[in-house]
Nanobody, 122 residues
Framework: QVQLVESGGGLVQPGGSLRVSCGAS????????MGWFRQAPGKDREFVAA????????YYADSVKGRFTISRDNAKNMVDLQLNSLKPEDTGVYYC???????????????WGQGTQVTVSS
């Protein structure tokens, strides 16, 4: 039984920072690439960031490059996303996802969490 659980979402003013986390259980965590996606009301789910299974490769959507940082700790079965210089358009439900072995910057992931809400508003 695989579970991915996100935490750390909340309300932040523009220009602020937030850190969201995802804990995994039921898998050999180091065998999976991890990704973060987000979905705003009325929009499709979109890729945000991803990291290879050993952490050696990171990938970001153009809209978040230079502002967001993805990291993982395989000893703790966790992947984090640091969100800096937040903009109102960053608002949405943020989901973590796991994909066996290889990382992709699309939605072809094997397991998904329930999501955590991030709202950027003044």
């Amino acid at each position: 039984q695989v579970q991915l659980v996100e935490s750390g979402g909340g309300l932040v003013q523009p220009g602020g920072s937030l850190r969201v986390s995802c804990g995994a259980s039921g898998v050999t965590f180091s065998n999976y690439a991890m990704g973060w996606f987000r979905q705003a009301p009325g929009k499709d789910r979109e890729f945000v960031a991803a990291i290879s299974r050993k952490g050696g490769g990171t990938y970001y959507a153009d809209s978040v490059k230079g502002r967001f940082t993805i990291s993982r700790d395989n000893a703790k079965n966790m992947v984090d996303l640091q969100l800096n210089s937040l903009k109102p358009e960053d608002t949405g439900v943020y989901y973590c996802a796991a994909r066996f072995l290889t990382v992709v910057t699309a939605t072809q992931y094997d397991y998904w969490g329930q999501g955590t809400q991030v709202t950027v508003s003044s």
